[in-house]
């Protein structure tokens, strides 16, 4: 019996290795999944983001860690499994894929979806649908554009991680087609307190035009229409900046600056040197991808270019000395934008932001900021209240003259001009001031509205995102209670009937906040604020009824 079972178990392992010899001997085996067995673990893997690996901290040059044994350029692309490189520094955390060479992640650390304790880090790379990545290569075949973004590339960087001590590294990304003269190398460079990377692409074997992406909606957190602002692609050439998003595609001709994709507080944006044209593409419903593209030198000669991902931060786009700082519009009003208002709303966010760094907190830097603009125009306020109450007084003298001299217009007009002269009322005295300050509330509107400094910041109590309304409409309703204490006190020439109208205009403008972002609901409830107790200092201490005020309410003999 124990013969049996010896005999039994002999044979029984003779089958099951001789099976998978003989498979192998036939070229029936399965290579690719006994190649993955023995592969090393995939470089990141079982480790914390960004913690370099044994290899990483024995050597300061090594290849990224390969699926399989690692193949020369001059190998078959195939010999090499698909593998992600990360980069990480205190500012984002990306990855880089070797197929195509493109980027496939990235993470800004320092900006959260939403105010929630667990929420990801938001990410520029646009996640659904199956896309060229960033940095993809566009060549005018459309075979040898399959083969750049389709091969697996050799990947070897200098670096482990970025930091102070290691403040640059460079990943290169090296593709040699099998039986070819194509040859394909791209550069990255990484500093880690930039959002900058430093991108040289060299050819071998392709001539005519060649063009590198940046990804579709690469740089697009969120599509929203908003008020103000540009979404989706903007291209600066010369000194236009085009911002439309065509039907289908557009190619756009000229001296290239940039070229960008973005939303209201972030943007992915290219900036090439030696491109000569942009084409901006519409991929479906809110769907848009960029590409520059370049002339490939006879000589060889590397393609260089910046890319940008990151925050639409005013400092930090002006210190690329590109004009990429007018992506964040602080010139619009109403229909357009303009200077005058753009030219006010620097100094405006300057100041803003030199509060914020003394107070820590937006909220209080806007409230504080409305005082001293209130302070500011103080006296523009004094002349026109008082412009307002004077205009008031010789009211009952307007109704009688309009009433005397109603069927004659040239009569009345020389009455009420004669009127006025006496009285030394000037009836556009109330109105002018408030013209003049038009250009700096429009300014601040705009950069409470536009910069990213507001997005997720928060004040006080319940307000914990000055950039989203206030969600128990608190702020809103004691705006709408104030502007209703304001119009009651403010002096007007209005009939009683036109009077009860406006009254509707306090609940019009309520209803009208309840979707604007608090930081705005808050600066326009302080200025109300301030108004009323102006008003209030104004009639009990600084005011003086003229003289003529008796004599306006006789009727006159």
């Known amino acids: 019996m124990e013969k049996r079972v010896i005999i039994f178990l002999i044979l029984s392992l003779t089958i099951l290795v001789g099976y998978e010899y003989l498979l192998r001997e036939l070229g029936l085996a399965p290579q690719a999944t006994q190649e993955a067995d023995q592969r090393p673990p995939v470089e990141g893997a079982g480790k914390k983001p960004g913690a370099p690996g044994p290899a990483e901290k024995a050597a300061p040059r090594t290849a990224a860690a390969p699926a399989a044994p690692v193949a020369r350029p001059s190998e078959s692309p ?26 496939r992640n990235w993470e800004l650390p320092r900006y959260r979806l939403t105010t929630e304790r667990d929420s990801p880090p938001v990410q520029l790379v646009y996640k659904e649908g199956s896309f060229p990545g960033t940095l993809s290569l566009h060549a005018g075949d459309e075979a040898l554009t399959k083969l750049l973004n389709e091969s697996l590339y050799h990947v070897e960087r200098d670096f482990s991680r970025l930091d102070a001590s290691h403040p640059t590294g460079r990943v290169t990304l090296t593709f040699q087609a099998p039986g070819s003269p194509v040859r394909v190398e791209k550069e990255l460079t990484f500093h880690h307190d930039s959002y900058v990377v430093d991108v040289s692409i060299k050819t071998e074997g392709i001539t005519g035009t060649l063009g590198t992406g940046l990804g579709t909606n690469f740089g697009i957190v969120e599509w929203t229409e908003g008020l103000i602002g540009l979404i989706g692609p903007a291209s600066r050439i010369g000194d236009k900046v085009e911002k439309d998003l065509p039907d289908t595609e557009e190619e756009l001709k000229g001296d290239i600056t940039w070229a960008a994709l973005q939303d209201k507080y972030f943007m992915g944006v290219m900036l090439p040197t030696g491109a000569t044209s942009v084409l901006v593409r519409k991929e ?74 003394y107070t820590q907190n937006y909220g209080i830097a806007i409230v504080l900021l409305t005082v001293g603009i209130k302070l500011l125009f103080a006296p523009l306020q004094y002349k026109s209240y008082k412009s307002m109450k004077e205009m008031a007084l010789v009211q009952p003298k307007v109704l009688a003259l309009q009433s005397k001299f109603k069927d004659d217009r040239d009569r009345l007009n020389k009455e009420l001009i004669k009127l006025y002269r006496d009285h030394k009322v000037n009836p556009v005295g109330g109105c002018l001031p408030m013209l003049l300050q038009m250009p700096v509330f429009v300014a601040l509107f705009n950069v409470l509205y536009m910069t990213i400094e507001l997005r997720q910041a928060p004040f006080l109590l319940w307000v914990t995102d000055l950039s989203v ?89």
């Open 78 to 103: 195939g010999a090499v499994a698909e593998e992600t490189t990360e980069v990480v520094t205190d500012l984002y955390r990306a990855k880089i894929s070797n197929r195509g060479g493109v980027i």
């Open 284 to 357: 479906g419903e809110r769907l848009a991808s960029v590409q520059v593209r370049f002339p490939i030198p006879a000589a060889p000669a590397p393609i260089a270019l910046r890319l940008y991902a990151g925050p639409k931060q005013f400092g930090t786009l002006k210190a690329l000395d590109a004009g990429l700082e007018d992506t964040i519009d602080f010139g619009w009003f109403i229909f357009g934008s303009w200077d005058m208002v753009k030219a006010v709303a620097k100094p405006l966010f300057s100041v803003l932001q030199f509060l914020h760094e």
């Open 469 to 557: 309304p206030d969600p128990y409409y608190v702020l809103p309703i004691l705006m709408g209670v104030t502007m209703m204490i304001q119009q009651k006190i403010t002096p007007t020439t209005m009939d009683p009937v036109q009077a009860k109208m406006m009254l509707l205009l306090p609940a019009f403008m309520t209803l009208l906040f309840l979707n604007f972002a608090s930081g705005l609901v808050l600066y326009w409830f302080t200025n109300n604020l301030l108004t009323i107790v102006q008003q209030f200092v104004t009639d009990r201490y600084i005011y003086k009824q003229p003289t003529f005020a008796t004599a306006a309410s006789q009727p006159e003999t």
